[in-house]
């Protein structure tokens, strides 16, 4: 996880900045100007998001905008508020300036006060360049309410926690987008290899009434599928194709031009304004909807159109980025909520089921590569009366996993509101309900009664059970989602205890122990999968690790394996090989002459 803390004007100056006085600097700049800064700012901060660039390059690029935004005397104060922070006993190491969340707020608010009348450019290395910059420090100083700051503080362990999680968790999702190459050879396999399989035809015909996803993808936006995710990568290429310095010193590369773009492909007008409706807002309707946002979402937050709208349009010519990490969610949440939300009533549901069957295809094709040392993978267990069992069952010497996987994404304004009873009501809909916790507890309690004349049998597991020479003692619950906001272990550990709670009302065996619930999400979990199957470790394995050495939830994921299991950041070749082809794919189709 990347992780640092911002310097504050409170933490400079000794005081909080007055909003008030931010929006009053904002309103003396030039509005296309200002967005111009701000957007080359945060495609730079995104793109080494994307990239996995390491803490030098970090440092490389926020000296970068000092020099550019920030004046002698202002940084004077900074480096004395850096060294005064670094000696207090457990005072921080990693700092920046500039961030996305801030850079995202300032381009809302530039919006919102910035004047196309006013004078005043904010030119790198003038003076309103360095008012940018003392903006931006003054931004740092609403990220966090003082309602937020109050709430960790007050109430039983559980509610702080809850709030706390509603703070940090949008915060590292943030902070930790997908990686770019997983996230377009996981959106190919999906929409692409699954979506033309034997395999799903089948699923459709036979659990979603011949439900056509890319029809529906189709009939909704007026552009293929296959084209939308081929505009997306179109337009990441040159932003993970060039170095910082590159991109800073060449405009062209930082902003979309329709013309140059239309004349130099083989994207048809009419097809790019289609993709630009769902992917692109005017300056004009991102004001109206700011001003009129009937989200009731926390200010700091409130960001997130910008999610839905990656571009954002100055002119009919010109197109800037708000950020190129919300383009690569479109390849997963984008695709989702545009087909979820183009249909109503049993439809919709039917919608739902289909993003649930093809994450299982998905996530099934990956245990399907795991070595024997994983254990006995059974796929899609049934019981003996022909009832579901969980996704997946792993047995491996007295241990069973007991797999679900959850397709479904948050609501934006559960995620982004602040508000806990919303947050909850969403998550447990969506991650306890139905096939989410209540549906493990259940299967664990028909697997492992008390009463042995109660118990449920599944063949298969019956038949390991015979081959084995070890009865199972050790069940572990296990959530493998495609929400990000779940890599939080805050929350982990918040719906472990719903879990556990939802446990002691059944009649399970005293001669298991149910060990606790772990949650990966998808991106995790193809970050391990090449040390899976070069079997460094197995799912087992690393499991108990958590569960013995971080039983209170302290550490994310990718923070626990990367200090446990080295091995576990290897290069995933093959995803790269894919990656590869599907870039060239793309370029070879959209600019055949280059």
């Known amino acids: ?98 961030t996305r969340q801030q850079i995202l707020n300032l381009l809302r608010l530039a919006i919102m006060n910035s004047s196309e009348d006013s004078t005043t450019l904010v030119d790198g290395k003038t003076a309103g360049g360095y008012e940018l910059g003392r903006s931006c420090v003054m931004m740092n100083d609403h990220l966090l309410t003082r309602k937020e700051e109050q709430a960790v503080t007050e109430g039983s362990k559980a509610r702080r926690t809850k709030h706390i999680s509603l703070q940090l968790a949008p915060i590292l999702e943030l902070y930790n987008p997908p990686d770019i190459q997983r996230a377009v050879v996981r959106a190919e396999t999906l929409f692409s290899d699954i ?3 034997s395999e799903w035809q089948v699923i459709a015909q036979r659990e979603l009434q011949g439900l056509d996803i890319t029809g529906a993808f189709l009939e909704a936006t007026s552009i293929s599928l296959d084209r939308y995710r081929e505009l997306i990568l179109a337009l990441l290429s040159p932003i993970i194709g060039h170095t910082p310095e590159e991109l800073l010193n060449d405009s062209n590369l930082t902003v979309l031009k329709r013309t140059e773009f239309l004349k130099h492909s083989t994207v048809q007008q009419e097809e790019f304004e289609n993709y630009l409706a769902l992917d692109c807002i005017t300056v004009n309707e991102a004001k109206k909807r700011f001003a009129s946002s009937t989200a009731k979402l926390l200010p700091h937050f409130d960001y997130v159109l910008f999610r839905s709208n990656p571009f954002l349009a100055l002119n009919d010519e010109t197109i800037l980025w708000t950020d190129p990490c919300f383009l ?107 096939k989410g916790l209540v549906q493990l507890a259940k299967h664990i309690e028909r697997l492992f009664h008390a009463d042995l004349a109660k118990r449920d049998d599944i063949s298969e597991l019956t038949k390991w059970g015979q081959t084995s020479t070890r009865q199972i003692k050790t069940i572990t619950p296990l959530l493998i989602v495609q929400e990000s906001i779940l890599r939080f272990s805050g929350l982990e550990d918040l719906l472990n205890r719903e879990l556990n709670r939802l446990l002691k009302k059944l009649r399970i065996s005293s001669d298991v122990n149910v060990a606790q619930l772990a949650i990966l999400d998808v991106d995790t979990f193809e970050q391990m999968k090449p040390a899976l199957i070069a079997g460094d470790f ?55 002459g280059n």
């Not at 480096?79 to 006993?89: D, N």
């Not at 049934?382 to 997946?392: I, Q």
């Not at 090989?577 to 070879?588: A, M």
């Open 328 to 434: 690569v969610d479109k390849l997963g949440s984008g695709i989702y909520w545009t087909i979820v939300d183009s249909f109503r009533g049993n439809d919709k549901d039917t919608a739902l089921r289909a993003f649930g069957y093809l994450f299982e295809i998905y996530i099934n094709r990956i245990l399907r590569t795991l070595p024997p040392s994983n254990g006995c993978v059974i796929l899609n267990p049934k019981y003996e009366n022909g009832d579901r069992c969980a996704d997946a069952l792993l047995c491996v010497d007295d241990q069973l996993i007991l797999a679900e996987y959850k397709a479904s994404f948050l609501k934006i304004d559960a995620k982004y509101g602040g508000r806990v009873r919303k947050f909850e009501e969403d998550l447990n809909k969506k991650f306890v309900l139905k």
């Open 538 to 592: 197995t799912l087992a394995e690393f499991l108990n690790a958590r569960a013995e050495l971080d039983p209170d939830y302290k550490s994310m994921w990718d923070d626990f394996l990367s200090q446990h299991f080295p091995t576990y950041r290897q290069r995933d070749l093959e995803t790269e090989r894919r990656f590869g082809e599907i870039l060239d794919r793309t370029k070879r189709t959209l600019f055949p």
């Open 1 to 98: 996880m990347q992780g640092y803390v911002y310097i504050r004007h409170v933490d400079v100056r000794g005081r909080r900045a007055h909003l008030g006085s931010l929006k009053s600097a904002l309103r003396r700049l030039k509005l296309s100007n200002t967005l111009f800064a701000l957007s080359r700012i945060n495609l730079l901060l995104g793109r080494q998001h994307l990239m996995r660039e390491g803490t030098n390059a970090r440092r490389a690029l926020q000296n970068l905008f000092v020099a550019n935004y920030i004046d002698d005397e202002l940084w004077q104060d900074i480096e004395r508020t850096i060294a005064r922070l670094r000696t207090s006993p457990d005072g921080p190491k990693e700092f920046a300036i500039f």
């Open 195 to 197: 979506l033309n399989s």
